[in-house]
């Protein structure tokens, strides 16, 4: 917008000698009293009030825009041309409002051709808008008086609004295609905002939320926002434990301040798909400028809301804390709590009486979570710093149907205990309660059976469970013996509330259809072991004798047990005794 007013004034007051100097932050103007006060009143009062003291130096404290803004000014007030762009628009509006160049003193003064050229060309446009807002960052609090923020802050939302509308599945809509093509789409405007502080940062993304911008759209702005003006939130994040101890300077200050508006302007986790990544970098960066409580408890929350789609890595969060493990376990622990209460709360607002069972999709995300933390356990538990209590802690807070098998809970404890050779006896007994025998592998429970970490009560457990298990097997039982064991609280009390009543049935529930997992494992074990037998005796075949010896050796194993498995294989049995025993002194053998 170029400024034509009239072409002679230059003319007129070329040959005139300035009769009024004004002097604007330590720079002098020499001019002309009359076309200042022909459009300025503030300039008209100050020379009004300097004739008393017959002065011609006038002073002008403050102005917005500095020196700069008050020449275009000057050259609006003598008529001269020059250009209304976005980069002065907001400085000659605040610059205008200061010498009071309203209507009272001429017709289309500097004040209404500047809203002129905002309402016409700044809010019509996005880029223009953000701007123009980072331009008033700069100015002083008459931009927010004359409304020049609220307007392009709106105009930004109602632009970008409109812009999706217009988009459509081109744009934004994009919830069927790959996350290349839908991060494309959502960066055409994102871009631009990042260029703001961030108090009219957080003023833009809320008019966006009440204009209605699709919550994914938000998110990839504040992922944006974070990346770029928070250091060490990206894959490369550095970090520095010793930088805690020193005095924090302004910059980490500001990190600080960044960091715990973007967590509050994060949308409701139900309506958007914030990356899990993403989180635990906010988390690892507001452990590091010390953030609010709040802030770190709510995106510990937010982590727990979805914990089930974490990896490994990113539980792995540095300890800041001298002297303390070399992870912080706390915030797992934390994080673990609140994931274990969203799933009761999901139980609880289940109101029906069909339980959920195993296949729930809130069991699911629980017999995830247990495998994931038992390979965070056996991650920290070389630690030589990590406390027992802390260890225990973290074994303990998971229910036991969060786990099918215990093997990784066994490998867990097994590495602490090597890494950790001091432990005490009653210690080492408090760690391998923990392991459920009946819920071991074969392959675990032969490791536990000769493994001379563990207290000799834990081994004699596994044994006998072992042998359990298979006399059942080779018996024809189906496992009726651990199943009549676990229902015996099955049946409710009558002196117990119908809600106290339905949670114990669903907790039997639970625990059957657990025991059939675990059941259905172990099948899959021992059809392994047959086939394996099977190849044995085909691949023997060819020697007469050494196919009979491993019948009779096979034979013998069976009867270990002396199960009634019927006539025939007893009577095998009776007659292979002597091999029996060797086989079973072969099998336990502790080396």
């Known amino acids: 917008m170029v400024i034509m007013l009239n072409p002679f004034a230059c003319r007129i007051f070329s ?9 604007v932050d330590g720079e002098s103007f020499l001019l002309h009293k009359f076309p200042l006060v022909s459009r300025s009143g503030k300039i008209r009062k100050m020379v009004a009030d300097a004739k008393d ?12 825009g500095g020196p700069q803004t008050f020449e275009l000014a000057v050259k609006f007030c003598y008529g001269m041309n020059f250009e209304i762009t976005t980069a002065n628009v907001a400085s000659l509006r605040c610059a205008a409002e200061y010498l009071e160049m309203t209507e009272d003193y001429q017709d289309e003064n500097l004040i209404v051709r500047t809203e002129v050229y905002l309402n016409e060309v700044v809010v019509q446009s996005l880029e223009k808008s953000v701007e123009v807002l980072s331009i008033c960052e700069m100015l002083p609090p008459v931009a927010e008086e004359v409304g020049i923020v609220n307007r392009c802050v709106e105009a930004v939302a109602v632009n970008a609004c409109k812009e999706q509308l217009v988009s459509g599945l081109s744009r934004l809509d994009c919830n069927g295609e790959s996350d290349e093509l839908k991060s494309g789409c959502l960066e055409w405007w994102i871009e631009d905002l990042s260029a703001l502080g961030i108090d009219y940062y957080q003023r833009v993304v809320c008019a966006m939320g009440r204009a209605g911008i699709r919550p994914d759209s938000i998110t990839a702005s504040l992922m944006h926002y974070a990346q770029a003006s928070l250091k060490g939130i990206g894959k490369f994040q550095i970090w520095n434990p010793a930088r805690m101890k020193s005095n924090r300077t302004m910059a980490e200050n ?63 969060i540095p300890s800041i804390q001298t002297g303390d493990s070399l992870f912080d376990v706390d915030t797992v622990h934390r994080i673990l709590i609140n994931f274990l209460q969203r799933i009761e709360d999901e139980d609880n607002d289940d109101c029906g009486y ?24 056996a991650e920290i538990a070389p630690d030589p710093y990590l406390s027992l209590q802390k260890f225990i802690a973290m074994l303990e807070i998971l229910p036991d149907y969060s786990r099918v098998i215990d093997d990784g809970l066994y490998r867990a404890i097994d590495i602490y205990l090597k890494a950790h050779p001091m432990l005490t006896e009653h210690e080492c007994k408090k760690l391998c309660k923990f392991i459920d025998c009946q819920k071991l592998s074969q392959e675990a429970s032969n490791h536990a059976a000769q493994n001379d970490r563990l207290p000799v009560q834990m081994a004699v457990r596994v044994l006998y469970f072992e042998q359990l298990r298979l006399q059942n097997a080779l018996s024809g039982s189906s496992g009726d013996g651990f199943l009549s064991q676990r229902m015996s609280s099955g049946v409710p009390s009558a002196a117990m509330s119908p809600r106290d009543n339905y949670a114990s049935l669903r907790r039997e529930n639970r625990e059957l259809k657990l025991e059939i997992s675990r059941m259905r494992v172990r099948l899959s074990e021992l059809e392994k072991e047959q086939m394996f037998m099977k190849q044995g005796m085909i691949d023997k075949s060819g020697n007469g004798k050494t196919f009979l010896t491993s019948i009779s050796k096979g034979i013998g194993r069976i009867g270990i047990f002396n199960g009634p498995t019927g006539g025939k294989r007893q009577k095998s049995s009776r007659k292979s005794r002597g091999d029996g025993k060797t086989g079973r002194s072969r099998r336990y053998s502790v080396s």
């Open 53 to 64: 003291s017959n002065s011609s130096k006038l002073e002008l404290h403050n102005i917005p």
């Open 254 to 316: 500001d990190q600080r301040t960044i960091l715990e508006t973007l967590v509050s302007l994060l949308p409701n986790e139900k309506s958007s798909s914030i990356p899990q990544n993403f989180l635990f970098g906010m988390l690892r960066m507001g452990i590091m400028v010390d953030a609010s409580i709040a802030c770190k408890l709510e995106l510990e929350r937010r982590i727990a809301f979805r914990l089930e789609m974490v990896s490994l890595d990113d539980l792995l």
């Open 15 to 23: 040959d005139v000698a300035g009769d009024i100097t004004i002097v």
């Open 354 to 377: 069909e339980s959920e069972g195993l296949g729930s999709p809130g069991h699911g995300s629980l017999l995830k979570v247990g495998r994931l933390i038992d390979a965070y356990l």
